[in-house]
């Protein structure tokens, strides 16, 4: 059974820090790209990084490129965004995701404030 289960979201201020985390279970781990979405409301969910099976590239929204580095533990079955510099709009709810065998996968998400 495929299963995605976030964790590590909360109250932040901006400019400061964050990691989430993403287990992963029910599928060979290495042989899938991941990726993580946010969502606000009102919005469809917008792609945040994504992470290749191999670790040997990655790619971020222009919102977030220089800020947040996406990684990856095969051995682990992790998938961790560091999140730095945080502005208040990376308010979300943030989702790790999986395509696998031409089906998506959704973890139930975690939501993170930026605030002061």
């Known amino acids: 059974q495929m299963r995605l289960v976030e964790s590590g979201g909360g109250l932040v201020q901006p400019g400061g820090s964050l990691r989430l985390s993403c287990t992963a279970s029910?599928?060979?781990?290495?042989?899938?790209?991941m990726t993580w979405f946010r969502q606000t409301p009102g919005r469809l969910r917008e792609l945040v990084a994504a992470?290749?099976?191999?670790?040997?590239?990655?790619n971020y929204m222009d919102a977030v490129r220089g800020r947040f580095t996406i990684s990856r533990d095969n051995d682990q079955n992790t998938v961790d965004p560091e999140m730095n510099s945080l502005k208040r709009e990376a308010t979300a709810v943030y989702y790790c995701?999986?395509?696998?065998?031409?089906?998506?996968?959704w973890g139930q998400g975690t939501q993170f404030n930026v605030f002061s």
């Open positions: 995701s999986v395509l696998f065998l031409s089906s998506r996968y």
């Open positions: 029910g599928f060979t781990f290495n042989t899938a790209a």
């Open positions: 992470i290749t099976e191999t670790v040997d590239t990655t």
